[in-house]
């Protein structure tokens, strides 16, 4: 065990887990940006006052003692890697939690957006295109609904029965869909989840215990 990781899991019991550039006060935020040195714990990222970034190869593992964290959060993380990879990572972050531990995940909702191409919801879909494809050549339904699966390196898809069976399966318990921007787990939820309408639409968001 690399000696940075238990001082690291002795200071912070709440981990970000791929956290991109969303740094939130009061967790250890884990990414991985090329632009910095592998290993290395980083304040004050972007300006962003009170926060802590480690900078961290998340296929390296999570950089915690088994049995030390009291809460892990990702969000839209979990779709980027395999199905079979995802089942090996929530096994990880069963381990990492403390018995009674906190996670709360958020990815895609693959029903809705499975929905929202057979029944031709084009609010959902072209809200989506605004945000995050070129509306001039993602036009129909097809080509927003492949472009939200390959455009953004994701690998998995989710729907909450595929989530809780999986997260069941690794071990976890409570296991239950909430609301975006509604936890009982993270308490600075509004600074975690700002309003963003694309979020508030297409995530899937649960929760569960160890």
Not at 62 to 77: E, M, N, Q
Not at 101 to 129: C, H, Q, S, T
Request: contains cysteine.
């Amino acid at each position: 065990m690399d000696p940075q990781w238990m001082t690291l899991s002795n200071t912070f019991k709440k981990y970000n887990l791929g956290c991109g550039t969303m740094l939130y006060r009061g967790f250890l935020n884990i990414g991985y940006w090329p632009n910095l040195q592998n290993g290395g714990v980083y304040k004050d990222l972007n300006n962003i006052e009170g926060t802590f970034m480690m900078n961290h190869d998340l296929r390296e593992g999570i950089p915690a003692l088994d049995g030390s964290l009291d809460l892990i959060y990702h969000s839209h993380f979990l779709e980027h890697i395999s199905y079979t990879d995802g089942i090996t990572f929530l096994k990880e972050c069963h381990a990492k939690l403390a018995d009674g531990g906190k996670m709360r995940i958020l990815v895609p909702d693959l029903e809705k957006w499975a929905k929202a191409y057979i029944n031709n919801d084009r609010f959902f879909l072209e809200e989506y295109v605004k945000e995050a494809l070129d509306p001039a050549l993602y036009v129909t339904n097809a080509a927003i609904f492949m472009g939200m699966l390959h455009n953004h390196d994701h690998r998995c898809g989710y729907d909450f029965d595929t989530l809780k069976w999986v997260l069941e399966h690794v071990g976890f318990t409570h296991v239950k869909r909430t609301l975006y921007a509604s936890s009982e787990y993270v308490e600075n939820i509004f600074e975690v989840e700002p309003q963003q309408p694309v979020r508030i639409m297409e995530s899937l968001c649960v929760e569960c215990r160890k």
